[in-house]
C-alpha cells in the first residue's frame, strides 16, 4: 500500500466533501480559489460534494500538498 499521508491530529481528511470543508473552516475558501486556477474551474461549485480526495485526483493537484494547504488556513479558524 501506499504511504499514508495524514498527520497526527489533523483535521482535514481526504474523505471529507469539500462542502463538509469549507462549512467547517470558513476561511478554507481561500484555498480552493487558489486552485480554481489550476483546476480551471469553480471547485467550491464544480466539486461542492466530492471528496478532497476524488478533487486532487481529478484536477491533478498533489494530495499532500492540497491537505496541507487546508489544513494550514483551517487551523486559523481554530
Not at 14 to 38: A, C, G, H, I, N
Not at 39 to 56: H, M, N, P
Not at 63 to 77: C, P, Q, T, W
Amino acid at each position: 500500500m501506499g504511504k499514508t499521508i495524514l498527520k497526527e491530529g489533523r483535521c482535514i481528511r481526504p474523505e471529507m466533501t469539500v462542502l463538509d470543508v469549507v462549512s467547517r473552516y470558513k476561511k478554507t475558501e481561500t484555498v480552493f480559489k487558489l486552485y480554481d486556477k489550476q483546476a480551471s474551474e469553480y471547485i467550491c461549485c464544480q466539486a461542492l460534494f466530492e471528496t478532497i480526495q476524488d478533487v486532487a485526483k481529478k484536477y491533478g493537484f498533489s494530495l499532500e500538498k492540497f491537505l496541507n494547504d487546508l489544513e494550514d488556513v483551517a487551523l486559523i479558524d481554530i
